[in-house]
């Protein structure tokens, strides 16, 4: 079993979510056993094929989070393709840009691969990659076969430790800098009324499956963010950085992506 699965709005035995906690530093120096993990990864029958179902051709995109560009999905991006899929990167080389512009350009790549490979598209997104895989998800459900969020807040996008809000704060000074768009739209805060805070606020669309990946460990992104009643919950163990090279992770994504997009060729 590659993770505790759930479909509740809370997991068995906890109480509901309360609205989310200021003051929150989170645990970011243990965010360094991603490096842990990713040594355990490599070792893993997993990583190397054995024990997963094989994909058949379907096409996937990964969306990597917060300052991190395409390169921090590489790793999985590699063992999809040895797996059977066709993985593609999201284009992203740090994903700092305002959410609407990123969607448009993410939705573009979504609708070539769809036309690429001649049938729907997974949907797989790393801690603020996952509010994209939603607003997307929201926004063109007729070419999304599964989505797959990992670390992410799926209602609450800024439920985050207060480091990680002040990096928020620190990239939405640059932009007021060089754009207009935080005057305006109110870009990279709760009040931003860009097309893409409706989709990713709007109600998931109930003929794409949603999948939430998290683990009670994370030390930027709060657990209970990630678990909501509309997707299908799975727990793991380890940091919010290493999520992207958890073996329990890679497992439930093999296991995800076979039954999904076999189901909605």
């Known amino acids: 079993m590659a993770g505790t699965t759930f479909d509740p709005v809370s997991p068995p035995g906890e109480p509901t979510p309360e609205p989310p906690e200021k003051g929150w530093w989170g645990h970011h120096f243990k965010e360094l056993r991603w490096q842990l993990e990713w040594a355990r990864l490599t070792v893993d ?4 094929g054995e024990r997963v179902r094989d994909g058949d051709g379907a096409g996937v995109i990964l969306i990597p989070g917060f300052l991190a560009g395409d390169g921090s999905l590489a790793v999985m991006r590699g063992w999809l393709g040895r797996i059977g899929y066709v993985a593609e990167p999201a284009g992203i080389l740090s994903n700092i840009d305002c959410s609407e512009r990123a969607t448009v350009k993410l939705e573009a790549r979504l609708e070539h691969l769809a036309e690429k490979t001649g049938r729907k598209v997974a949907l797989i997104g790393h801690s603020r990659g996952g509010h994209f895989v939603k607003a997307l998800s929201h926004r063109r459900p007729e070419l999304v076969s599964s989505a797959i969020s990992i670390g992410a807040g799926l209602d609450t996008p800024f439920d985050i430790s207060i480091p990680t809000l002040k990096m928020v704060e620190a990239v939405s ?7 207009d768009r935080i ?3 109110g870009c990279f805060s709760a009040e931003c009324d860009c097309p893409f805070t409706y989709d990713y606020s709007a109600e998931f669309p109930d003929d794409v499956p949603l999948t939430s990946i998290y683990s009670k460990g994370d030390g930027v992104v709060r657990w209970r963010a990630a678990v909501v009643p509309y997707a299908r919950c799975v727990e793991v163990g380890g940091s919010h950085v290493g999520l992207v090279f958890n073996r329990k992770v890679y497992a439930e994504v093999a296991d995800t992506l076979a039954r999904e997009t076999r189901a909605r060729r």
């Open 45 to 48: 029958p997993v990583y190397r």
């Open 173 to 179: 000074a640059v932009h007021a800098r060089t754009s």
């Open 183 to 185: 005057a305006k739209r």
